[in-house]
């Protein structure tokens, strides 16, 4: 069973930032060919995929988040972050990091993490 535990969210000012952490457990070292991606849903809407890293390193964003936000992982502790720069109201939300596919795809796990909550005050 994969365990997903999402950390570093906080109540931001716009224009501030803020780095997500994602620990996942249960894959051993297959995590380090997974692409992991990180997602979000804001009340009232759909979950949103809004960044992925593949095995290699290569990253890719949704246009809403492209040049403020940025993945990384650590395959040594099979952990996903996001530095999240330049944070909007609009970026309020709970975010959860998950398994996704190379063309920019939802893919996730069996299983979902607690999220964290993320809240950009204007």
């Known amino acids: 069973q994969v365990q997903l535990v999402e950390s570093g969210g906080g109540l931001v000012q716009a224009g501030g930032s803020l780095r997500l952490s994602c620990a996942v457990s249960?894959?051993?070292?297959?995590?380090?060919?997974?692409?992991m991606g990180w997602y979000r849903q804001a009340p009232g809407k759909q979950r949103e995929l809004v960044a992925t890293?593949?095995?290699?390193?290569?990253?890719n964003y949704a246009d809403s988040v492209k040049g403020r936000f940025t993945i990384s992982r650590d395959n040594t502790k099979n952990t996903v972050y996001l530095q999240m720069n330049g944070l909007k109201p609009e970026d309020t939300a709970v975010y959860y990091c998950?398994?996704?596919?190379?063309?920019?795809?939802?893919?996730?796990?069996?299983?979902w993490g607690q999220g964290t909550q993320v809240t950009v005050s204007s």
């Open positions: 998950n398994r996704a596919r190379s063309d920019f795809g939802p893919f996730p796990f069996n299983s």
């Open positions: 890293i593949t095995s290699g390193g290569s990253t």
């Open positions: 249960g894959t051993g070292t297959i995590f380090r060919i997974y692409v």
